[in-house]
Each structure stands twice: as C-alpha cells, then as structure tokens.
C-alpha cells in the first residue's frame, strides 16, 4: 500500500505534524489513527471523540470519511487540520 506523508494542523496544540497515511486506506480510519498519535504528541492537549473530523486546511472543507486519501485528491504535502 502506497503512503503519502501529509502536514496536519493540530488548532489545539497550535502545531503542525508530519504524518504518513496510507492512500488506500478510508479517511475513517486515518481519522482515527491520525487522532490518536496526535493525542499523544500533543500530550494531551487535544483528545478525539467520535466527531473528530480532518479537514483542507487552506480552505477548511470536511474531508468525506468515506473516500480514500487516494480519492480525496491527497497528495505528498498536502495540509490538513485535525478538530
């Protein structure tokens, strides 16, 4: 499974993170992992619930949960923000 390494933006930390996602994987489930290192990165300063969402950070659109990163358009370097 091919990876693309992206920028997210943690507003609660005020940090951005490098994060390799796989691409073929549903942003569902990068959500939550992606959540859940960050979580721990951010020592404590930011903890996920089940309405944690990952979003364009250049135009703040909710990224669709059920598409892939691949389908979503995401690329090497893409910034996302995690709220």
Do not use: H, Q, W
């Not at 996602?21 to 020592?43: D, M, N, Y």
């Not at 949960?65 to 995401?74: H, V, Y």
Request: aromatic letters at 6%; charged letters at 20%; glycine letters at 8%.
């Amino acid at each position: 499974m091919n990876k693309l390494l992206i920028e997210v933006y943690l507003p609660a930390a005020g940090r951005s993170f490098d994060v390799f996602i796989p691409s073929g994987l549903p942003l569902r489930e990068v959500t939550a992992l992606v959540s859940k290192a960050l979580s721990e990165l951010s020592e404590g300063l930011f903890v996920a619930n089940e309405s944690t969402v990952l979003c364009d950070r250049r135009t703040g659109d909710i990224l669709d949960a059920r598409m892939t990163a691949e389908e979503a358009g995401l690329y090497n370097g893409a910034g996302l923000m995690l709220i």
